[in-house]
């Protein structure tokens, strides 16, 4: 069964910057492509960023483009999300996923197949 635990959320004030971190158990982590969502309070689950099997590729959410990074660490399991110059509308739960070995660059929620539990980031004003 594959387990994914989210870590590095937080309060935090705009321009400051958070890592999340995403370790994966239970699949071999690096036959799939990993990514990023959040939730903010009434709106739907949106895509973020994602990272390919190897690390090469990636692909982020235009309003995150050159403040957010994902990156992966094979060899530990675990993906990160650096979060820079953090704005109030970054505000939601954050979830990590494990993309489908049939997706190598996922984008759309029904090509992740795993979901962890999620991890809150505010960012005040």
């Known amino acids: 069964q594959v387990q994914l635990v989210e870590s590095g959320g937080g309060l935090v004030q705009a321009g400051d910057s958070l890592r999340l971190s995403c370790e994966v158990s239970?699949?071999?982590?690096?036959?799939?492509?990993m990514g990023w969502f959040r939730q903010a309070p009434g709106k739907e689950r949106e895509f973020v960023a994602a990272i390919s099997r190897s690390g090469i590729s990636t692909s982020y959410l235009d309003s995150v483009k050159g403040r957010f990074t994902i990156s992966r660490e094979n060899a530990k399991n675990t993906v990160h999300l650096q979060m820079n110059s953090l704005k109030p509308e970054d505000t939601a739960v954050y979830y990590c996923a494990a993309g489908r070995l049939t997706a190598p660059m996922p984008r759309t929620a029904s090509d992740f197949a795993s979901w962890g539990q999620g991890t809150q980031v505010t960012v005040s004003s």
């Open positions: 239970g699949r071999t982590f690096s036959s799939y492509a």
